[in-house]
T-cell receptor, first 115, second 110 residues
Framework: DAGVIQSPRHEVTEMGQEVTLRCKPISGHDYLFWYRQTMMRGLELLIYFNNNVPIDDSGMPEDRFSAKMPNASFSTLKIQPSEPRDSAVYFC?????????????FGPGTRLTVL | RKEVEQDPGPFNVPEGATVAFNCTYSNSASQSFFWYRQDCRKEPKLLMSVYSSGNEDGRFTAQLNRASQYISLLIRDSKLSDSATYLCVVNDGGNTPLVFGKGTRLSVIA
């Protein structure tokens, strides 16, 4: 079975450029999460969706960040304009609705470097 | 406010040693507890859930102390392959997202 798929795996860009990260959750999972991981702050939840609807975006750091989930099998996280402090590993994860969001399955992550 | 706190380590232990990690959580209403494992430059993966009565999975034992709001993970007979970062994770009840600690790094040395 395919796990969570993320692309690109690595992204190097210059400050001010637009960055789009992509995620395909596990088929049948109805929750999708976007996380950012840095050494300083650990794993931070940015936003999560349930049945393609954004439920909580309070973790999105600024208006420069936006996320969409147009259908059950695809989500994007966009940063525009990007800044050096956005450099991090961005993970997408998905899970089943079993009353509680227990086991989350993570994608391999996108390592973003903003110069 | 740090919701889930862990000693970052690193814990450097010889093969065969027993090692224990603790973490504390701030929300007394937290209902679900887990340990995730993250290998270097990889994604986190669920290691085990933590139940109120404590639970064991092979060489791994997890304990929960609700009164003191801490969770522990014990690894017996450490293997080189246990080297990783161990993330303490809680769920604040209901249909809320998981909250991750920053992780404790373990290095098992031959």
């Amino acid at each position: 079975d395919a796990g969570v798929i993320q692309s690109p795996r690595h992204e190097v860009t210059e400050m001010g450029q637009e960055v789009t990260l992509r995620c395909k959750p596990i088929s049948g999972h109805d929750y999708l999460f976007w996380y950012r991981q840095t050494m300083m702050r650990g794993l931070e939840l940015l936003i999560y969706f349930n049945n393609n609807v954004p439920i909580d975006d309070s973790g999105m750091p600024e208006d420069r960040f936006s996320a969409k989930m147009p259908n059950a099998s695809f989500s994007t996280l966009k940063i525009q304009p990007s800044e050096p402090r956005d450099s991090a590993v961005y993970f997408c994860a998905s899970s089943h609705n079993r009353g509680r969001m227990n086991e989350q399955f993570f994608g391999p992550g996108t390592r973003l470097t903003v110069l | 406010r740090k919701e889930v706190e862990q000693d970052p380590g690193p814990f450097n232990v010889p093969e065969g040693a027993t090692v224990a990690f603790n973490c504390t959580y701030s929300n007394s209403a937290s209902q679900s507890f887990f340990w995730y494992r993250q290998d270097c430059r990889k994604e986190p993966k669920l290691l085990m859930s933590v139940y109120s009565s404590g639970n064991e999975d092979g060489r791994f034992t997890a304990q929960l102390n609700r009164a003191s709001q801490y969770i522990s993970l014990l690894i017996r007979d450490s293997k080189l392959s246990d080297s990783a970062t161990y993330l303490c994770v809680v769920n604040d009840g209901g249909n809320t997202p998981l909250v991750f600690g920053k992780g404790t790094r373990l290095s098992v040395i031959a």
